[in-house]
């Protein structure tokens, strides 16, 4: 189960993710993870074949669905468990990415009120996919990355560019918040 929210992010009721994914589609909240290491490198998943919408395509570290009252950052930490055998990590909300996306192959809507979040670990972390959610994985540079999406958009989910967008707004809001540091001596 899900929820169905308004354009605002307020849920007004509760559907199977069956039922949201299908035609017209209907708006409801999710996740996406986006990881990183201390290199700064974007953690990639090629999507497994048996997904339901979008299969064998690059997508974010992961993405999902919390449960209706479930928060978050709970529920996206659950996924990354279950999809990479990671350990609970701090997740920190990078902002939201309303998009819609039809799959051409399978019919299957995204229609996603879609919290980003995003976490660090480290460069040396041990993933385990499980392979009926994950094909391969992939740590990128983000400078290839932004080569890939804009060179070959139709290899990753139609959200990743969105994603990897509020990550940049929210890593530059972030650091011209921060104090300037001291510049020496008067």
Known sequence: MVEVVDHMGQPFGVR???????QPGQLHRAFSVVLKDQI???????RSAAKTRFASLWANACCGHPAPGQSVAASANRRLRE???LNPI???????????????????????????????VATDVRLTPDP????????????????SLDANPESSAPWLAGVIARL???????????????????
């Not at 700064?40 to 090629?46: D, E, F, K, S």
């Not at 940049?168 to 008067?186: C, D, F, K, L, N």
Request: hydrophobic share 35%.
């Open 16 to 22: 199977t993710v069956d039922e949201v994914h299908r």
């Open 168 to 186: 940049a707004e929210h890593e530059s809001t972030t650091s011209s918040a921060r104090p300037a540091e001291p510049s020496g001596g008067q």
């Open 40 to 46: 700064g490198r974007i953690l990639l998943q090629r």
């Open 83 to 85: 999809e990479l055998g």
């Open 132 to 147: 009926n959610e994950v094909a391969d994985l992939l740590w990128v540079n983000r400078h290839d990355l932004a080569t």
């Open 90 to 120: 701090t997740l920190t909300e990078a902002g939201v990415y309303v998009y819609y996306a039809e799959d051409p192959i399978t019919g299957r809507v995204e229609f996603e009120y879609d919290h980003v979040l995003v976490g660090n």
